[in-house]
């Protein structure tokens, strides 16, 4: 769990996840306990004025932000609570036989193949794998500063500090390679939050992690027979910008659960429902995501 935070450290919650963490009892926990309430986007412009956007000025409903790490602790601690659910860590799928349920893992510790043998296959694993300074800020936002090719986001810590992703094009991130490049781009750019991160602070966190690509995948169908499927990125990764990617996720095992009641959890019927009522969704959600990008950032 040590290095958890993956490709970013927090994560909004919106409805749609929250359904689905409500149908297993887990609402409740990660939104009051460990949940960030924001209630709209706080938009940074170059001089420091800020714009307030709400998400629902009617009604003030907002969504949460929640540490991926804390969030997959509780994911997996409820998972192990059932008697016949087994944790695996540390064996990275490397072949299958998606119609005859059979599969290869490479164990990472030791470095020996295992084979396992399902009734169902449900790839949940990135991309296709399986298939082809504390700083005085609301704290009730989600902090936005657009700068056209390139952005800053932040979103609020429980501990009341914020943790900020910058998004840009590789020909921008290939020129700020050294502290004084860096320190320049962000006091043109973002003087505010320069000040407010600290020059040190920026470099040295700044120069821990390696930069990550942003990747969006449409396919169809997401089932291969009655005894494969992918749901989560596996099926439909997407460009972060609507910080729906997650939430959809969860959504996927919403709509599987009530298949599998409905069908009484025969996969010959469920997989291709599955297929015909959520690709055309998945699709719609990656085209939606890229879309908010061109509204909110530029
Ligand atoms: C910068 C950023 C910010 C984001 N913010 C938000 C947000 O605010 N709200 C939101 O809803 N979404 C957000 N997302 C999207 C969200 O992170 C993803 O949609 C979500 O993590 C997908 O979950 P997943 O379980 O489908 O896939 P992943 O989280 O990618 O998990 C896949 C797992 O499969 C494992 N794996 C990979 N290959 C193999 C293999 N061959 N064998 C075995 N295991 C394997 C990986 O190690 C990993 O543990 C954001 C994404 C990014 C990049």
Redesign the pocket.
């Known amino acids: 769990m040590e290095n958890s935070s993956?490709?970013?450290i927090?994560?909004?919650l919106s409805f749609r996840?929250r359904e689905a963490l409500r149908a297993v009892g887990l609402e409740d926990i990660v939104v009051k306990q460990y949940g960030t309430s924001m209630r709209g986007r706080m938009l940074h412009d170059k001089n420091g004025n800020l714009k307030e956007v709400l998400y629902d000025s009617v009604k003030g409903n907002c969504i949460y932000s929640i540490s991926r790490r804390r969030l997959n602790i509780i994911l997996l601690d409820a998972a192990e609570k059932y008697p016949k659910v087994q944790v695996n860590f540390n064996?990275?799928?490397?072949d299958a036989d998606l119609e005859k349920g059979k599969m290869k893992f490479l164990n990472m510790k030791t470095g020996a193949m295992e084979n396992a043998d399902a009734d169902l296959i449900i790839g949940?694993?990135?991309f296709l794998?399986?298939i082809c300074k504390k700083f005085a800020m609301n704290g009730k936002n989600l902090h936005i500063w657009p700068r056209g090719e390139f952005m800053m986001t932040s979103l609020p810590n429980e501990d009341h500090t914020f943790t900020g992703?910058l998004f840009a094009p590789f020909h921008v991130l290939e020129k700020l390679k050294t502290p004084v490049t860096l320190l320049r781009f962000y006091t043109e750019h973002f003087p505010d939050l320069l000040r407010l991160i600290g020059e040190q602070s920026l470099v040295q966190q700044f120069f821990e992690k390696e930069p990550?690509t942003?990747i969006s995948i449409k396919c169809e169908p997401y089932h291969v027979g009655k005894t494969a499927l992918i749901i989560?990125?596996?099926a439909h990764?997407m460009v972060?910008f609507y910080?729906?990617?997650?939430?959809t996720?969860f959504e996927d095992v919403l709509l599987l659960d009530e298949l599998m009641e409905c069908y009484n959890s025969d996969f010959a019927k469920i997989l291709p429902k599955f297929s015909e009522l959520r690709c055309d969704d998945g699709h719609a959600i990656c085209d939606l995501a890229m879309y908010n990008y061109l509204e909110v950032y530029l």
């Open positions: 993956g490709q970013s927090n994560l909004a996840g064996k990275k799928l490397v949940a694993d990135e794998d399986l992703n990550q942003l989560g990125d596996a990764a972060p910080a729906q990617g997650m939430n996720g």
